[in-house]
């Protein structure tokens, strides 16, 4: 079965700009994850999403937000972007509750300049 | 949450060897743990879990053993491959069924050396 999809791969944008990503998870899970990855802070956890609804949010500013479509794919969104965003973002997907089963992404790799 | 770490960033290793990476966690309340590998330019990949109620679990050519008296975690890597280089990661799974997320270690890099 197809894995975890994301898409763009990579990213370059302007600080200032906003951003979409998309996620789409594996057939028949409804539990998406999305996850920052940098060098200096590691992976860390940003959201979940599961039958469209956002279960629970990471320590992140207001400017990272994210929705979960019926097919279960998922989108985040970064508005306002700042040099420091610039990271390896990844979504995971599992069948249900969250942090069982999950498949990761690839991953979309942003850079703000 | 509370943080979820690893002993050393670097660790190298001949091909053949054993390798064992180490894990340290806080939050006593954790039911669940996960290793993964991450290579370059992927996501992390899963390896092996284990409940909190399991001390040891195996898998091919990998075993996670659990310390809960003294919150340890550690991966063993049986005969090392050069395609087992990579980062791991451990990653706990709080209380409250994971809905904060899962946690990560900063994570080592497994160097093998030919």
């Known amino acids: 079965k197809a894995g975890v999809t994301q898409t763009p791969r990579y990213l370059i944008k302007t600080r200032g700009q906003q951003v979409t990503l998309s996620c789409s998870p594996i057939?028949?899970?409804?539990?998406v994850s999305w996850y920052q990855q940098t060098p200096g802070q590691g992976l860390q956890f940003l959201f979940e999403?599961?039958?469209?609804?956002?279960?629970n949010k990471g320590n992140f500013p207001g400017r990272f937000s994210g929705r979960q479509f019926s097919n279960s794919r998922s989108e985040m969104n970064v508005s306002t972007l700042e040099l420091g965003d610039s990271a390896l973002y990844l979504c995971?997907?599992?069948?249900?509750?969250?942090?069982?089963?999950?498949?990761f992404g690839s991953g979309t790799r942003l850079t703000v300049v | 949450g509370e943080s979820v770490g690893l002993h050393l960033p670097t660790l190298s290793v001949q091909e053949g060897d054993n390798s064992i990476i180490n894990c340290a966690y806080s939050?006593?309340?954790?039911?669940?743990f996960i290793w993964y590998k991450q290579e370059s330019g992927k996501g992390p990949q899963f390896i092996i879990d284990?409940?909190?109620?399991?001390d040891k679990r195996q898998g091919q050519r990998v075993t996670v053993l659990l310390n809960k008296t003294v919150k340890h975690l550690s991966l063993q890597i049986a005969a090392t491959q050069p395609g087992d280089s990579a980062v791991y990661f451990c990653?706990?799974?709080?209380?409250?069924?994971?809905?904060?997320?899962?946690?990560f270690g900063k994570g080592t890099h497994l160097i093998i050396q030919p």
């Open positions: 995971a997907s599992s069948p249900g509750t969250a942090g069982y089963g999950y498949t």
């Open positions: 057939s028949g899970h409804r539990s």
């Open positions: 999403y599961f039958s469209e609804t956002q279960r």
């Open positions: 939050n006593s309340a954790s039911d669940y």
């Open positions: 284990i409940r909190s109620n399991m």
């Open positions: 990653a706990e799974n709080g209380a409250g069924g994971g809905a904060d997320g899962l946690t």
